[in-house]
Every structure is written in C-alpha cells, then in structure tokens.
C-alpha cells in the first residue's frame, strides 16, 4: 500500500443534494438485498443503472445465490466485503470472489451467468454496481476479470484513510480498471474517526456516496449509516470533501454520463425497445448461451 497526502486541492466541495434510503428487496433465488440505485435515478446518476446492497450472517438470507440468468448491453462490478462467491458464465469464465475482492464483468452482447455462495455459514457482505455501456458498445464481445483484494490498488492518506481504488484515479493511484467512454471512479474509502479524505471530480461528472460502516458529513449535511447521498453537480465545485467523526467505511462512485437513451427490460440495458425486443427473443432462441 503506498501512502498519499490528504491535502488534495478543492477550491469548492460539491454539497448533497438529496438523501437516498435503499429499498429491501429480493433477487436471484431469493437472495435478501437492500436496492439503493433503482431505476428511477437511472438518468440522474448516468452512466449508473444499479446498486444492491447485501448483508448477512443468516445462510437462508443468501445460500440459493443467483443460478443461471442473463445480461445485455452493460457491465456489473461485484465487490466482495465478506463472503465467498462462485461465478461461472456461458462464455467460459469462472472465479471465486472472495473477501475484498472484485469481480468486473462485460455483459455486451450477452452472457448467462451464474453467482453461487460457497460457504455454509457466515457473514456473506458486498455490493452490485451496474455500469451502462454506450450504444456503440452493447453489442460488444463479453469480458470478464477478477481482482483478489491484493491485487486492488490502494493507498493510505496522512491522515490514515484507507482507499482501495476499484476503478478511476485518486490521489495519484490509478484504479484497476478504467473505461473512456464512462470514466468510472468507484472508491471503498475507511475513514478512522476524526478524520477528512478529499477527492476531484469532474465537473459534470455525477457521483454519489454510500456509507455502510458510521457516519459522514459531506459539508453541513450528515450522511448516517446505509444512506446514499447524491452529490448536485455544481459548476464551481471541483470536488468533495468528506470528513468522519466516527470510525466510517463509504463507497464514493462517480462517471461520466453516457446522455443516451435508456431502454430496460430486467437482465437487458439497452438504448430502444426494438433493441429490448431482440435481446429477449435471442435469449429464448438460446443465442446468449
């Protein structure tokens, strides 16, 4: 882990402009997960389509896993916080995710896969991040990648912020992936209590942070535990600072925005209906497999 200077230079911190409560839900066969990005915040926080919260010690919560089910015309960003989970998919790909992991998979043209617990007992905790392709980009060949959390760049600021960098660039640490058309920042950042982690961000780019450990503050506004707080875009902003009284754990996640239609029929992001039409009938003619 190499070591970095907090004092990242934000003239102006972008301020929240709205609080998000994640919505209880379930998925795959019947996996207990909290929706924090629904559908309805799809064009407000673009390229973004998804983000799942799970969090149990309770096997009949998570155990089923999500069998075999397809995906179009986007990526899905698995990060593992505690947990082991097996991914196997139509296009010959397979990894065990395990803690602090992160598995980075390009649905494009199609894949069918499956995400299945390997453990009996336990806590089993992590997120899902779905990141839309662009138009010219859907139809593309599926890609897919894991990273063992000692593979995941990650660096401590002066102030003893720990930040793993998943996707972007922070304080000089470039992430593990990076996409050009989205340019994705997606940042797992341990604040120790009394402390403040600042970070650039685009102007125009959307960002939002979720807490899942304490609490933090993001100007006057404080961001309590399982809380997402969307970031306002504001032109003068070139940045945000976070700061924790407590000891807190937040994902800090920003992009471009892709400014293209959206079209969604459960498994399948695409940009029109017709496009949505087809996804569907190739998956019955067994053309995703």
């Known amino acids: 882990m190499s070591s970095s200077d907090t004092s990242a230079t934000i003239q102006r911190s972008r301020t929240v402009e709205q609080l998000i409560v994640g919505h209880p839900t379930s998925d795959g066969a019947g ?8 559908q309805q915040l799809q064009r407000r926080l673009d390229p973004y389509l998804m983000l799942d919260a799970f969090g149990s010690d309770n096997p009949d919560d998570y155990i089923a896993g999500f069998p075999d089910h397809p995906h179009r015309g986007f990526e899905t960003i698995t990060y593992m916080i505690a947990g082991r989970m097996l991914h196997r998919d139509s296009a010959g790909h397979e990894g065990l995710l395990e803690n602090g992991g992160v598995q980075w998979m390009t649905a494009g043209r199609g894949v069918i896969h499956s995400e299945i617990p390997q453990q009996e007992d336990g806590v089993m ?30 660096f401590k600021t002066a102030q003893g912020v720990d930040v793993t960098v998943i996707a972007g660039e922070s304080h000089g640490v470039t992430g593990a992936v990076t996409r050009e058309a989205s340019a994705p920042t997606y940042l797992d950042v341990h604040l120790p209590a009394g402390s403040r982690f600042a970070q650039t961000l685009v102007p125009g780019h959307n960002a ?11 100007g006057d506004t404080a961001v309590p535990v399982q809380r997402m707080a969307i970031l306002r875009n504001e032109a003068e902003a070139d940045g945000v600072v976070i700061e924790a009284s407590t000891e807190t754990r937040l994902l800090l996640i920003a992009g471009q925005p ?7 029929y459960g498994p399948f992001v695409m940009n029109t209906q ?13 053309r995703l497999a």
């Open 274 to 286: 017709q496009e949505i039409y087809q996804a569907v009938n190739d998956f019955r003619a067994g």
């Open 31 to 38: 996996v207990k997960l909290t929706r924090v990005l629904t």
């Open 125 to 154: 905790e992590g997120f899902q991040l779905w990141l839309n392709l662009p138009g010219k980009d859907k139809m593309s060949a599926p890609w897919y990648r894991d990273f063992a959390a000692a593979d995941l760049p990650r």
């Open 258 to 264: 892709l400014n293209e239609p959206i079209a969604q």
């Open 208 to 218: 939002f942070v979720y807490v899942y450990r304490g609490e933090a503050r993001v």
